[in-house]
Every structure is written in structure tokens, then in C-alpha cells.
């Protein structure tokens, strides 16, 4: 059974940092792209960023740019994502998502329906 478990989440100051990681088990994702969703109260999943399977590219959507940055260790099937500067509107449940697409070079999937395998979430509380 595959799952991704998220951990690293809670209640952060704004300016603060914080750390989420994404622990895969079931199968290996080491030739996957993977990436990171939040949905906020009230609103829809929206794309934070996403890593290819080398972890040699990476795309963040534009409001985390220059906060956040993520980041994998295949050998021990994990994604990081280190958030600085959090803001109250990062305020949110945090997904980690993988891609079944093995392989591709500089894979970066932006949109939900890239993704086959989703975490249960890690609530993320930036207070002002």
C-alpha cells in the first residue's frame, strides 16, 4: 500500500520558518516527480511547487518564490519543503502529492490531475 506521510507542520510566527517532509512507503518514487499543495480555509487546493525526480528542477508558484524551497532524498524516498519568511497567508493544510510518470527529465507537474498519490496533510498556522 502506498502512502505518503507529511510531518513538520504547526503553529509558526509570521517570519518564522518551517520544514515539512513527505516520507513515501509502498514503493519507491525515486524516478517520480513529486510535489506540494495547500488549501486554505475556505479556498481551493492550489499548487505550492513541485521537484522532478532528479531534484534537478524545481518550480514554485509565484507568491513562495524566494521563500520556499524544495528539496528530495531519494535514498530515503523523501521531499522537503523548507518555508522561510512565512507569511499569515501561507496559513493552510499542506499536501504532498507524487506523480506515477517515471523518468522524464525536468518533470515538474503544476496541476492536481498530474498526481496520482496525495498525503492526508499537514496543517500549516501562521499567526501576525
Known amino acids: 500500500q502506498v502512502q505518503l506521510v507529511e510531518s513538520g507542520g504547526g503553529l509558526v510566527q509570521a517570519g518564522g520558518s518551517a520544514r515539512l517532509s513527505c516520507a513515501a512507503s509502498?514503493?519507491?518514487?525515486?524516478?517520480?516527480?513529486m510535489g506540494w499543495f495547500r488549501q486554505a480555509p475556505g479556498k481551493g487546493r492550489e499548487f505550492v511547487a513541485a521537484?522532478?525526480?532528479?531534484?534537478?528542477?524545481?518550480y514554485y508558484t509565484d507568491s513562495v518564490k524566494g521563500r520556499f524551497t524544495l528539496s528530495r532524498d531519494n535514498a530515503k524516498n523523501t521531499v522537503y519543503l523548507q518555508m522561510n519568511s512565512l507569511k499569515p497567508e501561507d496559513t493552510a493544510v499542506y499536501y504532498c502529492?507524487?506523480?506515477?510518470?517515471?523518468?522524464?527529465?525536468?518533470?515538474?507537474?503544476?496541476?492536481?490531475?498530474?498526481?496520482?498519490?496525495w498525503g492526508q496533510g499537514t496543517q500549516v498556522t501562521v499567526s501576525s
Open positions: 502529492a507524487a506523480s506515477d510518470s517515471s523518468g522524464i527529465y525536468a518533470y515538474t507537474p503544476k496541476e492536481r490531475y498530474e498526481y496520482n498519490y
Open positions: 509502498g514503493r519507491t518514487f525515486s524516478r517520480n516527480a
Open positions: 521537484i522532478s525526480w532528479s531534484g534537478g528542477s524545481t
